[in-house]
């Protein structure tokens, strides 16, 4: 496996950056911001964006219309993204055979975090930023939260801010620099960079922007709907500036061990797709106000006006994906020999890059199997179910609001008795310094699961 970007960092240094993200994980003194004057900050934001989100039919969707011939929605200057259907034969799951919706963006955009000190203490340079599909509007967002379409101003509206810290950063200054996949049930095959880059003095807060402690964000991180999935995503890419996952902690499987279970799982499991016209997907229902699941599990493809005056531009329309149901995404901890590891499933999605990454324990949205058996529903289901009681982290999170419509899941991590025997050939328990190195790499682990790393950096 090779990073996409490795910037060449010295021992010294990385120890350097572990320790200045300790005091800022720990700090509350210090910051360039009070508490106080940070959740006046939020709700002065929150008051600033209104945001109006207006279900339309397709036919009043402004900009974008059905191909002829295939049926797939497409934007007018061709960018941005496109809804196409799929046809998927996966041995990954239950049900081997089937057609859906996908959301085609092959763009790669980038999400990227600021990073400044400020009195020694690095602050992380974080956004108030509403998108049509978050449920309460405003969430906390990366410094710059692009599409290619976006900084290239297809939709002839403003610049992107601070774009250029990250397409031209100093010499140096890039503290992490990767590719990583997004939901790859809904997405094809997307990707974005995640980004970290130092800035210097130069680099101040917009009217939109503030400079945030580590310990800040992982404050915000333990409440509903207020970091949104870019956010969490980047911040999974920091460096783990904490003791157990130091290159002392020792890990239950080799690394070449791990690397090796990956690659297996990525040449064993039999997953092809083959792009179909929407208007040919078979087991959805069109009207002319969304494209359904037949069974209404799953999801829909909507269309919404959206009036949004702190965005690039004011007014827009566009398609959203429309989850059916809070889906749930739980992450089991245990200590062996003293050390922490997590349970990671091998997870095949039709929308991934390379077939399969790791995903959380138990990832699914309950309500798509309930016509199915129950030996059918996904592994440890009734585990998590059982033990959410004992949470030591449980926080309902939206999903890229974006691109879909009132996404939300239950994040959840339990940590459990090492005596439970759960490995199988699609788990492996896997040590948090492996994970902080698996997570310089492209495509190891699924969006669910660097949220649920993120979260449990948190505690």
């Not at 709700?43 to 279900?55: F, G, L, N, S, W």
Request: include cysteine; charged fraction near 20%.
């Amino acid at each position: 496996m090779t990073p996409t970007i490795a910037p060449a960092v010295s021992h010294g240094e990385e120890a350097h950056t572990l320790a200045a993200l300790a005091v800022s994980a720990t700090t509350v003194d210090g910051g360039v911001l009070s508490d106080v004057e940070l959740a006046a900050w939020l709700e002065d934001r929150r008051r600033a964006q209104p945001q109006r989100v207006e279900r339309v039919p397709f036919a009043g969707l402004a900009g974008w219309r059905f191909e002829e011939g295939t049926g797939d929605l497409r934007h007018a200057s061709g960018g941005f993204f496109s809804v196409h259907g799929l046809r998927v034969h996966s041995d990954f799951g239950p049900v081997s055979v089937w057609e859906q919706p996908i959301v085609d963006q092959p763009e790669i955009g980038i999400l990227g975090i600021a990073l400044r000190d400020f009195g020694g203490i690095p602050h992380l340079l974080m956004q108030a930023k509403s998108e049509p599909g978050n449920v309460n509007g405003m969430q906390l967002s990366p410094t710059v939260q692009a599409t290619k379409s976006n900084y290239r101003r297809v939709h002839g509206g403003s610049a992107v801010r601070y774009l250029d810290c990250f397409r031209s950063p100093e010499p140096g200054a890039v503290v992490a620099d990767v590719l990583q996949s997004e939901q790859g049930s809904w997405f094809l095959r997307k990707r974005n960079r995640n980004m970290i880059v130092r800035v210097g003095p130069e680099v101040e807060a917009g009217e939109d922007f503030a400079w945030l402690t580590l310990r800040q964000v992982n404050m915000l991180l333990k409440q509903d709907n207020v970091v949104n999935m870019d956010a969490r995503t980047v911040l999974s890419c920091l460096p783990d500036w904490r003791t157990d996952a130091s290159a002392l902690a020792a890990s239950l499987h080799p690394d070449a061990e791990i690397r090796s279970w990956i690659t297996r799982r990525r040449a064993e499991h039999d997953v092809s797709v083959a792009p179909i016209g929407l208007a040919d997907t078979q087991g959805w229902r069109h009207d002319p106000h969304a494209v359904s699941h037949v069974r209404g599990h799953h999801f829909s493809v909507v269309a919404v006006d959206v009036v949004s005056g702190r965005r690039e531009v004011a007014a827009w329309s566009q398609p959203l994906i429309e989850p059916h149901g809070t889906g749930i995404a739980a992450l089991f901890v245990r200590r062996i020999d003293g050390v922490r590891h997590v349970l990671l499933r091998a997870r095949a999605e039709a929308g991934f890059l390379t077939v399969v990454e790791l995903g959380p324990t138990v990832q699914c949205t309950v309500q798509n199997y309930s016509h199915l058996p129950r030996a059918s529903w996904p592994p440890y289901l009734d585990e998590v179910q059982n033990r959410r009681g004992s949470a030591v982290y449980d926080v309902l999170l939206s999903e890229e609001g974006g691109r879909f419509l009132n996404a939300q899941s239950h994040y959840v991590i339990i940590e459990i008795e090492d005596e439970t025997p759960l490995e199988s050939e699609e788990f492996r328990w896997v040590s948090l310094r492996q994970v902080d190195e698996l997570l310089r790499y492209s495509h190891n682990l699924s969006v669910q699961a660097r949220t649920l790393v993120t979260a449990l950096r948190s505690l």
